[in-house]
Nanobody, 124 residues
Protein backbone atom coordinates (compact mmCIF):
# COMPACT_ATOMS: atom_id res chain seq x y z
CA UNK A 1 0.00 0.00 0.00
CA UNK A 2 1.45 3.33 -1.07
CA UNK A 3 1.61 5.97 1.61
CA UNK A 4 2.76 9.56 1.23
CA UNK A 5 3.35 11.72 4.29
CA UNK A 6 3.97 15.45 3.98
CA UNK A 7 5.65 17.58 6.62
CA UNK A 8 7.27 20.97 7.01
CA UNK A 9 4.27 23.25 6.70
CA UNK A 10 3.63 26.09 9.09
CA UNK A 11 3.15 29.81 9.56
CA UNK A 12 5.70 32.15 8.01
CA UNK A 13 5.88 35.86 7.24
CA UNK A 14 5.85 37.12 3.69
CA UNK A 15 9.32 36.91 2.22
CA UNK A 16 10.22 33.93 4.34
CA UNK A 17 11.03 30.35 3.42
CA UNK A 18 9.80 26.86 4.15
CA UNK A 19 10.86 23.42 3.01
CA UNK A 20 8.21 20.78 2.61
CA UNK A 21 9.04 17.10 2.63
CA UNK A 22 7.05 14.14 1.39
CA UNK A 23 8.22 10.70 2.42
CA UNK A 24 6.87 7.71 0.55
CA UNK A 25 6.50 4.08 1.56
CA UNK A 26 5.08 0.98 -0.07
CA UNK A 27 6.51 1.72 -3.51
CA UNK A 28 9.69 1.58 -5.52
CA UNK A 29 10.25 5.28 -5.14
CA UNK A 30 12.87 5.69 -7.85
CA UNK A 31 10.36 4.56 -10.49
CA UNK A 32 7.71 7.11 -9.53
CA UNK A 33 7.12 10.58 -10.85
CA UNK A 34 6.28 13.00 -8.06
CA UNK A 35 4.35 16.24 -7.90
CA UNK A 36 3.32 18.98 -5.53
CA UNK A 37 -0.11 20.57 -5.67
CA UNK A 38 -1.90 23.07 -3.47
CA UNK A 39 -5.43 24.04 -2.62
CA UNK A 40 -6.43 27.34 -1.10
CA UNK A 41 -9.80 27.84 0.63
CA UNK A 42 -12.59 28.14 -1.92
CA UNK A 43 -10.31 27.30 -4.82
CA UNK A 44 -9.57 24.23 -6.87
CA UNK A 45 -6.43 22.20 -6.39
CA UNK A 46 -3.65 23.54 -8.59
CA UNK A 47 -0.34 22.30 -9.88
CA UNK A 48 2.80 23.64 -8.18
CA UNK A 49 5.77 21.53 -9.31
CA UNK A 50 6.68 18.12 -10.67
CA UNK A 51 9.81 16.05 -11.02
CA UNK A 52 10.65 12.93 -12.97
CA UNK A 53 11.50 9.63 -11.32
CA UNK A 54 15.23 10.11 -11.79
CA UNK A 55 15.12 13.74 -10.72
CA UNK A 56 16.55 15.03 -13.98
CA UNK A 57 13.59 17.04 -15.23
CA UNK A 58 11.22 19.34 -13.37
CA UNK A 59 8.48 21.79 -14.13
CA UNK A 60 6.85 24.63 -12.21
CA UNK A 61 3.67 26.60 -12.27
CA UNK A 62 4.20 30.15 -13.48
CA UNK A 63 3.12 31.48 -10.09
CA UNK A 64 6.05 29.82 -8.31
CA UNK A 65 8.71 29.75 -11.02
CA UNK A 66 11.95 31.16 -9.69
CA UNK A 67 10.83 30.97 -6.06
CA UNK A 68 10.17 27.26 -5.48
CA UNK A 69 12.47 24.32 -6.14
CA UNK A 70 11.44 20.68 -6.27
CA UNK A 71 14.03 17.99 -5.61
CA UNK A 72 14.15 14.39 -4.53
CA UNK A 73 16.40 11.96 -2.70
CA UNK A 74 15.62 8.49 -3.97
CA UNK A 75 17.78 6.91 -1.28
CA UNK A 76 15.50 8.46 1.33
CA UNK A 77 12.22 7.97 -0.57
CA UNK A 78 11.59 11.67 -0.16
CA UNK A 79 10.65 14.57 -2.39
CA UNK A 80 11.13 18.16 -1.27
CA UNK A 81 9.68 21.52 -2.10
CA UNK A 82 11.89 24.45 -1.14
CA UNK A 83 9.75 27.58 -1.03
CA UNK A 84 11.45 30.97 -0.92
CA UNK A 85 10.16 34.52 -1.11
CA UNK A 86 6.79 33.34 0.09
CA UNK A 87 3.74 35.48 -0.56
CA UNK A 88 0.34 35.56 1.17
CA UNK A 89 -1.16 34.09 -2.00
CA UNK A 90 0.94 30.96 -1.45
CA UNK A 91 -1.25 30.15 1.55
CA UNK A 92 -2.82 26.74 0.95
CA UNK A 93 -2.78 23.10 1.88
CA UNK A 94 0.09 21.51 -0.02
CA UNK A 95 -0.17 17.93 -1.25
CA UNK A 96 2.34 15.57 -2.76
CA UNK A 97 1.34 12.95 -5.29
CA UNK A 98 2.92 9.98 -7.01
CA UNK A 99 2.53 7.89 -10.12
CA UNK A 100 4.69 5.10 -11.47
CA UNK A 101 6.10 6.72 -14.58
CA UNK A 102 9.31 7.93 -16.16
CA UNK A 103 7.53 11.01 -17.49
CA UNK A 104 7.06 14.46 -16.07
CA UNK A 105 3.44 14.71 -14.88
CA UNK A 106 1.70 17.97 -14.03
CA UNK A 107 -1.93 16.94 -14.48
CA UNK A 108 -3.46 16.04 -11.13
CA UNK A 109 -5.78 13.51 -12.77
CA UNK A 110 -2.75 11.46 -13.79
CA UNK A 111 -1.58 10.84 -10.23
CA UNK A 112 -2.59 7.70 -8.37
CA UNK A 113 -1.59 8.40 -4.80
CA UNK A 114 -1.89 11.47 -2.61
CA UNK A 115 -0.71 12.53 0.79
CA UNK A 116 -2.91 14.04 3.47
CA UNK A 117 -1.56 17.54 2.94
CA UNK A 118 0.31 20.06 5.04
CA UNK A 119 -0.88 23.60 5.77
CA UNK A 120 1.24 26.55 4.68
CA UNK A 121 0.15 29.97 5.89
CA UNK A 122 1.95 33.12 4.82
CA UNK A 123 1.15 36.27 6.75
CA UNK A 124 1.49 39.74 5.27
Amino acid sequence: QVQLVESGGGLVQAGGSLRLSCTASGLSFSTYAMGWFRQAPGKEREFVAAITSGGINSRYADAVQGRFTISRDNAKNTVYLQMNSLKPEDTAVYYCASRRSAWLIYNSNMYDNWGQGTQVTVSS
